[in-house]
């Protein structure tokens, strides 16, 4: 786990010092109240002395009167003192895990699609939740530590000096001995339980699967090995944990008796000093109980640094995303009115370097207005052709133009305010329609508008026989509603977009021929006066383009209207005669 270095700890706890300083003020509450909590302890158990000598064995009636008034003002004190610290170090680590968890957050944002291509989601979602509180945790422990704990410590052995300095030294001669053999056990006990695996991931592994998968189970009638499997690994789990338990509770009942012995020793020492008249009944209580004081101050002192490394692995998490680079947004230029000329110059793309071009010398252009079909089997890269445009992934090499300009020129947001999208996977957010209609900054559009992008999109068709109509929640990425029916929001939420742009990834594929035939007929109106550029398996949808391009393997390899194309007879004349004989 402590991979990094003393050096990489050092830069680690010194960025998230940043996040801790605006906080000073409560911070130096804290610490005070620290102080304060470790003082009051030490008087308390320097008060036992006075207490058994003056008032219980001396029976001196001023002390016995005196003593329990001091001691209701000790704890009304030690309260006090322990509200401050608790309060302020929670306000601290709250506010520090609340300010985590927004940079990761915007970073997540503004990271570029790649980012999250290669990353499987789980990892990425704990950190928005367990890193960001271990990370708090650890700092908070860690301060903790350095100033409560070092300083009870301090005072505890001031105590145990001022007490007895003889049965002190014994003290600061056994301890270290003691404390190096259950180190050592320990060692010896951790080793052995780290090799009992935690065998609860595959319990939750199997879980998640049915639950997802809950179809299939049905189905295929998977009760019974379910049932097995998850026996299986639950038997497992159960018999790994209570060989921890055994281990761990051991090795507890072990540490403990070798600790009595040092006790015993002290004990001893501490008669001999008391018959040759060195040490009364309260200074040894008093005594005793400073040490006994100081035995968990020194124990987290001594672990202080796993849970320092363990604080710092959790943060370097954070900041390595933190520190990620965003999507490129170098260009300056931005225009209002877009015509909608669209150049591709000899484009190719690969997803990485070690994969092949996806995408290969493609160079096509359409004028504004006009509507580009892109056809071609699946995985020939079409929808990866088209997620260029929108700068999703940027170019190998080549160059794409946006009236003239190139699209790295412009600024990203005014790229992508010029571009309308319906993505062959639908993204909607649990939310109502309406909601999912007017998203981001369509939320701003009249209500007019939102209307009628519902109505072309045919989404009033099923939103009004709902009983909340465009009110109606969508559920867990629209899982409440049909195929056909998210793509016809993903469709409305284009139109309402109204961007000189439009690029339509098999936006009608979900749609029986009937509804595809209707809401043809509104982005035939919609594409009338804007660059299209429309990706289908259905050729009665590219029929009507101005050009259609056939792509394979991610080259161009017939381009044309389709009356040329038929004539050609070439690809596309076999997809067509191919399609046409299933219909
Ligand atoms: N994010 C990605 N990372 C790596 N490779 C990818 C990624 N997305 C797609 N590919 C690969 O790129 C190729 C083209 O994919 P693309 O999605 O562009 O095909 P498509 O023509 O749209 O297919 P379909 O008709 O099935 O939608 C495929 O071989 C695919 O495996
Ligand atoms: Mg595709």
């Known amino acids: 786990m402590s991979s990094s270095s003393n050096q990489d700890t050092v830069a680690v706890y010194g960025r998230l010092w ?144 001022l007490q007895s300095p003889k049965l002190t030294v014994f003290v600061v001669i056994l301890f270290p001995i003691i404390a190096v053999l259950i180190r050592v056990l320990g060692v010896a006990f951790r080793r052995y339980s780290s090799r009992i695996q935690d065998s609860v991931g595959e319990v939750t592994q199997v879980t998640e699967e049915i639950v997802r998968g809950n179809w299939v189970v049905k189905m295929f009638g998977g009760y019974n090995y379910e049932k097995d499997r998850l026996a299986e690994v639950d038997e497992r789990n159960r018999r790994q944990n209570l060989k921890l338990i055994r281990v761990r509770s051991l090795g507890v009942a072990v540490t403990q008796t070798i600790f009595g012995f040092g006790i015993a020793l002290v004990i001893f020492m501490a008669s001999r000093e008391s018959i040759d008249g060195n040490l009364t009944p309260g200074q040894f209580i008093s005594f005793f109980s400073a040490m006994m004081l100081m035995l968990q101050p020194v124990r987290r002192i001594t672990n202080v640094n796993a849970t320092l490394q363990r604080g710092v692995a959790g943060a370097e998490s954070l900041f390595t995303i933190m520190d990620e680079p965003d999507e490129v947004d170098s260009g300056t230029f931005s225009k209002d009115d877009v015509k909608g000329d669209v150049e591709f110059r000899d484009v190719s793309f690969s997803y990485g370097a070690d994969n092949g071009p996806v995408v290969e010398n493609i160079s096509l252009s359409v004028e504004s207005g006009k509507t580009l079909a892109i056809v071609g089997h699946s995985g020939s890269g079409k929808t990866t052709l088209a997620s260029l445009l929108p700068r999703f992934y940027d170019v190998s090499s080549g160059d794409i133009l946006l009236d003239g300009v190139s699209i790295r020129d412009y600024t990203l947001t005014n790229l992508r305010d010029n571009i309308s999208l319906v993505s062959q996977d639908i993204v909607l957010f649990n939310d109502s329609i309406a909601n999912n209609l007017a998203y981001g900054e369509l939320r701003e559009r009249p209500q007019e508008e939102l209307m009628r992008a519902a109505q072309v999109a045919h989404v009033l068709d099923f939103a009004n026989e709902m009983p909340n109509g465009l009110d109606s929640k969508v559920g867990d990425r629209g899982a409440l509603l049909s195929g056909g029916q998210r793509q016809r929001i993903a469709i409305g939420r284009a139109l309402l977009k109204d961007a000189p742009v439009l690029i339509l990834d ?78």
């Not at 009636?61 to 003192?81: C, D, N, S």
């Not at 595809?516 to 398996?537: F, S, W, Y």
């Not at 209207?561 to 299933?582: D, I, K, P, V």
């Open 18 to 161: 940043r996040y801790v300083m605006p906080h000073k003020l409560i911070g130096l509450i804290a610490i005070i109240g620290m102080a304060a909590t470790a003082l009051i302890e030490a008087s308390l158990v320097y008060l036992l002395e006075p207490l058994m000598d003056d008032a219980l064995v001396a029976q001196n009636l001023e002390t016995a009167k005196w003593m329990p008034i001091t001691f209701i003002a000790i704890f009304i004190a030690r309260g006090v003192a322990g509200f401050a610290t608790e309060a302020s170090l929670g306000w601290i680590g709250r506010n520090v895990i609340s300010s985590l968890r927004r940079d990761v957050f915007g970073k997540f944002l503004t990271l570029p699609t790649r980012f999250f291509d290669n990353r499987t989601t789980g990892p990425l979602l704990s950190r928005m939740t367990y890193n960001v509180e271990m990370v708090a945790e650890s700092v908070t422990s860690v301060v903790t530590v350095a100033v409560r704990d070092v300083l009870t410590v301090f005072a505890a052995f001031g105590v145990m000096l």
């Open 506 to 583: 098999e936006a009608t594929s979900a749609l029986d021929t009937k509804s595809e035939r209707h809401i043809q007929e509104g982005l035939a109106e919609l594409m009338k006066d804007r660059t299209t550029l429309v990706i289908a398996h259905r050729l009665s949808t590219v029929e009507k383009a101005d050009k259609i391009i056939v792509l394979d393997a991610g080259r161009i390899i017939e381009s044309g209207t389709h009356a040329e194309l038929l004539a050609a007879n070439g690809a596309y004349a076999a997809l067509y005669r191919m399609q046409f004989s299933e219909e």
